[in-house]
């Protein structure tokens, strides 16, 4: 963008070029490799402004998915999906308005006939990262998602992926993971969560580790670890907790020796992250 200098008597003077810049979420700088960089974060649903065309870095993560009760006899919950992941680098971005939706965390159900819900979608410039899979209570097959949710017993399919990979643009790819299965009737437990970084584990008749989640550095130059799959469970009693806001992690699910456990959670909200060097 360029201005025009003028001196007292309005003439013209200098032609001043005024770099393209962003507006929008909250701003933050770090120096990384020698180079400054400008970051833009957006933990709620919002817009971000060009004055110019820019090249940019984004991380855009889902909501992950929300975790069910647990009924009965010795019965377990599926681990939730984490928020599918689409991760760009140096993207043009042309001058304008882009909105940017942060996904909302997969809720947690307290009502053994009721799953969990799904985590919400997170979308910037035309690229959406898929909201994790619902955790599934008993005798009810994996939540499809940006990474699905594990099966629960008795051995019910796990959820798939369903995040976009973006595989025929350059420089931008979309992360997500399918669950486990579920074991058998009883105590061969639920299945884990897909995450970013890789495929939930099958039940085991102990815990089912979630999909591992994926690094990334945008937002403060250093690795941040996000879309962890909840863990899946087998009949001893395991409680679940909320995941923390932000991270698109999936729930862990829960498991009864005797009764119904209610003791879910919900999953990690979305993120959107933009930055550009200056």
């Given at each position: 963008?360029?201005?025009?200098?003028?001196?007292?008597r309005?003439?013209?003077?200098?032609?001043?070029?005024?770099?393209?810049?962003?507006?929008?979420?909250?701003?933050?700088e770090?120096?990384?490799?020698?180079?400054?960089?400008?970051?833009?974060?957006?933990?709620?649903?919002s817009?971000?402004?060009?004055?110019?065309?820019?090249?940019?870095?984004?991380?855009?993560?889902?909501?992950?998915?929300g975790?069910?009760?647990?009924?009965?006899?010795?019965?377990?919950s599926g681990?939730?999906?984490?928020?599918?992941?689409?991760?760009?680098?140096?993207?043009?971005?042309?001058?304008?308005?882009?909105?940017?939706?942060?996904?909302?965390?997969?809720?947690?159900?307290t009502?053994?006939?009721?799953?969990?819900?799904?985590?919400?979608?997170?979308?910037?410039?035309?690229?959406?990262?898929?909201?994790?899979?619902?955790?599934?209570?008993?005798?009810?097959?994996?939540?499809?998602?940006?990474?699905?949710?594990?099966g629960?017993?008795?051995?019910?399919?796990?959820?798939?992926?369903?995040?976009?990979?973006?595989?025929?643009?350059?420089?931008?790819?979309?992360?997500?993971?399918?669950?486990g299965?579920?074991?058998?009737?009883?105590?061969?437990g639920?299945?884990?969560?897909?995450?970013?970084?890789?495929?939930?584990?099958?039940?085991?008749?102990?815990?089912?580790?979630?999909?591992?989640?994926?690094?990334?550095?945008?937002?403060?130059?250093?690795?941040?670890?996000?879309?962890?799959?909840?863990?899946?469970?087998?009949a001893?009693?395991?409680?679940?907790?909320?995941?923390?806001?932000?991270?698109?992690?999936?729930?862990?699910?829960?498991?009864?020796?005797?009764?119904?456990?209610?003791?879910?959670g919900?999953?990690?909200?979305?993120?959107?992250?933009?930055?550009?060097?200056?």
């Amino acid at each position: 963008m360029a201005l025009i200098k003028t001196n007292a008597r309005g003439q013209s003077a200098d032609l001043v070029t005024v770099p393209a810049f962003a507006v929008g979420g909250t701003v933050s700088e770090y120096v990384s490799g020698g180079t400054r960089y400008r970051v833009h974060t957006f933990l709620d649903t919002s817009q971000i402004s060009f004055t110019g065309n820019l090249t940019c870095d984004f991380m855009i993560l889902a909501g992950g998915g929300g975790s069910a009760a647990a009924e009965g006899q010795q019965g377990a919950s599926g681990g939730a999906g984490a928020g599918g992941m689409v991760v760009g680098t140096s993207q043009t971005i042309t001058s304008g308005n882009y909105a940017v939706v942060i996904g909302a965390s997969g809720a947690k159900s307290t009502n053994v006939s009721v799953a969990g819900s799904s985590g919400g979608n997170s979308s910037f410039n035309s690229y959406v990262g898929t909201g994790g899979g619902a955790g599934p209570d008993y005798g009810t097959d994996g939540v499809n998602g940006g990474s699905g949710s594990g099966g629960s017993e008795p051995g019910r399919a796990a959820g798939t992926s369903t995040q976009a990979t973006y595989s025929g643009v350059t420089n931008v790819t979309g992360y997500g993971n399918a669950g486990g299965a579920g074991g058998a009737y009883v105590g061969g437990g639920s299945g884990g969560g897909g995450g970013a970084g890789g495929a939930g584990t099958a039940a085991n008749g102990s815990v089912a580790a979630g999909g591992v989640g994926l690094a990334n550095n945008f937002r403060t130059g250093s690795n941040v670890t996000y879309a962890r799959g909840g863990n899946g469970v087998e009949a001893n009693g395991s409680n679940s907790s909320d995941e923390s806001a932000n991270t698109g992690n999936g729930a862990h699910g829960v498991a009864t020796t005797t009764g119904n456990n209610t003791n879910s959670g919900n999953g990690g909200s979305g993120i959107v992250v933009v930055r550009y060097a200056i």
